[in-house]
C-alpha cells in the first residue's frame, strides 16, 4: 500500500517502510551524534538562554562552566538528551538542533531566549502533515504515535529530499526564531 492509499503507484515504498524509523530507533539508542555536535550546541548556547528538551533545559550558563572542548559538557548535553525514552523522538531531537546551528552561525546576536526544541520538532510535524493532506495521503498514513504527537510517516521520512525532515526542520527553526532574525524582503512559502 502506498502513503495515498491508491496502491501499485509506489511498488518501492512498501520495500523501504521503516528505513528511516528503524535507522533512527537504532541511532538514538545508542546515543549517536554526528562529529562535531556538542561544540554546535556550545555555539547555540551563546545565542541563546537555553535549550529546553522534553522538559528540561540546558542553560546557557553551561557555557561559562565548561570549556567547548570538555568532556563533562558533552556528558552534560547527553544527560539532558537521556531523558527522552523514545529514541527516534530522541533522534529528531538532534536533527533539529543540527539545523537550528545553521542559524547560530549566522551573524546574529541572539536567537532568542530558551529554545524549545519539542516545539521546532512539532511544527516540522504539522507542517509535513500538512503537505502529505494536501497531496491526499490517507489518515492511515498520518498516524501519530501516541507519545510523543509525531506522525510515524515522519520519523519513517528521510532527511534529505522535498518532504524529508530537514526540509520541514529548517522551516520551523526558520518559523520559531524569525522574530529574531534579521528583517528581509525575503518570505518563507
Not at 549517536?32 to 555536535?37: A, H, L, N, Q, S
Not at 570538555?70 to 547527553?78: D, L, Q
Not at 530522541?90 to 541572539?110: G, K, N, Y
Not at 490517507?138 to 528521510?158: H, K, R, V
Request: aromatic share 8%; proline share 4%; glycine share 8%.
Amino acid at each position: 500500500m502506498s502513503p495515498t492509499g491508491l496502491g501499485g503507484a509506489h511498488m518501492n515504498w512498501d520495500e523501504r517502510q521503516g528505513q528511516w524509523l528503524r535507522r533512527r530507533r537504532l541511532d538514538g539508542a545508542i546515543n549517536r551524534v554526528p562529529m562535531g555536535f556538542y561544540q554546535k550546541v556550545w555555539k547555540i548556547l551563546q545565542k541563546c538562554h537555553g535549550l529546553s528538551i522534553n522538559g528540561y533545559v540546558l542553560p546557557s550558563s553551561t557555557t561559562r562552566e565548561m570549556t567547548v572542548g570538555e568532556i563533562k559538557f558533552a556528558v552534560h548535553v547527553e544527560s539532558v538528551l537521556n531523558h527522552v525514552p523514545q529514541p527516534e523522538y530522541r533522534q529528531l531531537l538532534v536533527e533539529a538542533i543540527l539545523v537550528l546551528t545553521l542559524v547560530a552561525d549566522m551573524e546574529v546576536q541572539s536567537i532568542g531566549g530558551i529554545i524549545h526544541i519539542d516545539r521546532i520538532i512539532h511544527i516540522a510535524n504539522d507542517l509535513f502533515r500538512q503537505d502529505q493532506k494536501a497531496h491526499g495521503a490517507s489518515e492511515y498514513f498520518l498516524e501519530q504515535d501516541p507519545a510523543t504527537g509525531i506522525c510515524n510517516l515522519f520519523y519513517d521520512s528521510a532527511p534529505s529530499g522535498g518532504f524529508g525532515t530537514m526540509t520541514y526542520l529548517s522551516k520551523a527553526v526558520a518559523t520559531y526564531v524569525q522574530d529574531f532574525l534579521p528583517n528581509t524582503s525575503c518570505q518563507m512559502q
